[in-house]
């Protein structure tokens, strides 16, 4: 067998054990008590497999969606435990008889693909829905040689910056590249040139932001944190304060929302708009769509089940998507754009590998100040040392 190492996990029982402490309050989850440390005993390293020291890994919300089983109870579903985490970058350490696109020392990022269908889009992701999956949130990990992607060392990011994009960045491109192609289907180039682009607060917004505004777009980022708006005004996006609207609790607040959109538009509201979140954020993204325009998404952080009046949405001929996550090739794609175009928001600590459960905690708390990354490795290799401050 392969070597032991220190790997996260979350298990039914930790699951279980919080939701009644917090009587099935998912807000007052602890999330730092449901992610434990544990040892993990790695898989042989096959013909087609690459093993890898895990350098840093950024914190994904679906943690906080296995932990606070708020959707499904992954935990239970995969058995009664998980490893997490689906977004590394890593040092390779030993290859397979078969693998001739890795070599030991090479700087890698996963995606988190976990089984591609007929049209290369993940029928599961890994490390969650995956079945036998195992994360990366870990000291090493053995994985298939197809589901690593050099990392892209000369981008201009730095080591955190990178750690903060394998799983953010896919999705925003693909969402990007689907509600582009969605609107140009009803509207094209030939009749409007530049669009009007909407994100709500979060890594995969900005992203999709950062992409509206390379290609030239209006790009809008409404978000309750002031210090992730200040970093993309510093790209030419535009803030809008969610908070200033109560994050839409009340009808009032979207009709207020609406009237200030409006204005900033020139009255011609938003063509292509990023949703991760749902709940009170769906009809507020909805309300402010121009006529032809698209609203998107691969998140349901704030709920599952939308509502909409179909008669109005039919009559403003507004598409709703639904994404999940890139084609493996898409992600390759998506990397190619690292430092020119994705220049993530970082959180100001970066966490030590001991204290990923704390990075969690902060996450589901919304007190971070960007993406949180979790520097895995105390020594990292030399092709690193320079982007690891
Ligand atoms: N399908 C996929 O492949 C995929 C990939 C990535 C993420 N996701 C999902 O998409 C969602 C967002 O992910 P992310 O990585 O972009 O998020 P993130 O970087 O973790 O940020 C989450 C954001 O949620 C906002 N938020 C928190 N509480 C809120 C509330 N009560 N009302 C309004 N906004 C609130 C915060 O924005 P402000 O406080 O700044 O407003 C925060 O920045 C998650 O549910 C995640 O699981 C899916």
């Known amino acids: 067998m392969g070597n032991k190492v220190r790997a996260w996990s979350i298990t039914t029982e930790a699951v279980a054990a919080e939701r009644e402490r917090t009587g099935g309050k998912t807000a007052d989850v602890d999330v730092s008590k449901v992610i434990q440390l544990d040892d993990l005993e790695l898989r042989d390293v096959g013909p087609s497999d690459v093993r890898m ?31 997490p985490g689906n977004s590394a970058v890593g040092e390779v350490i030993e290859t397979g008889a078969n693998v001739t696109r890795f070599k030991p020392g090479d700087v890698v990022i996963t995606h988190c693909n976990g089984e591609p269908d007929h049209y290369g889009f993940p029928l599961r992701i890994w490390a969650y829905d995956q079945p036998e999956s195992i994360g990366w949130y870990a000291e090493e990990a053995v994985v298939g040689d197809w589901q690593l992607i050099p990392a892209p060392l000369e981008s201009g990011l730095n080591l955190w910056e990178i750690a903060a994009l394998p799983l953010r960045a896919p999705t925003a491109y693909h969402m990007w590249r689907r509600a582009l192609g969605i609107y140009r289907i009803k509207v094209p180039r030939e009749r409007r040139s530049h669009l009007n682009v909407l994100g709500f607060g979060g890594g995969v917004s900005e992203l999709f932001l950062m992409l509206a505004k390379s290609e030239g777009h209006n790009a809008f980022f409404c978000s309750g944190s002031p210090e992730r708006r200040e970093a993309l005004e510093k790209m030419g996006i535009t803030g809008i304060d969610q908070r200033q609207f109560n994050r839409f609790a009340a009808r009032e607040d979207v009709s207020a929302f609406r009237k200030h959109v409006s204005s900033l538009t020139g009255g011609d509201d938003m063509h292509l708009v990023c949703d991760m979140l749902r709940g009170p954020v769906f009809p507020a993204g909805l309300a402010v769509a121009a006529r032809e325009g698209v609203n998107i998404s691969a998140g349901w952080q704030l709920s599952q089940v939308v509502e909409y009046n179909s008669t109005i949405m039919s009559v403003k001929q507004v598409t709703i998507d639904h994404t999940h996550y890139e084609t493996v090739q898409g992600c390759e794609a998506a990397t190619e754009l690292y430092g020119s175009v994705f220049r993530p928001t970082i959180h100001k600590e970066i966490y030590p590998f001991e204290e990923l459960g704390r990075a969690f905690a902060e996450m589901h708390e919304n007190t971070q100040t960007g993406i949180p990354i979790i520097r895995v490795a105390d020594q990292m290799p030399d092709s690193v040392k320079t982007l690891a401050p």
């Open 53 to 83: 020291r895990i350098l840093a890994v950024s914190a994904e919300h679906n943690i906080d969606h296995a932990a606070t089983a708020d959707t499904v109870n992954i935990a239970e579903m995969r058995g009664g435990r998980i490893y």
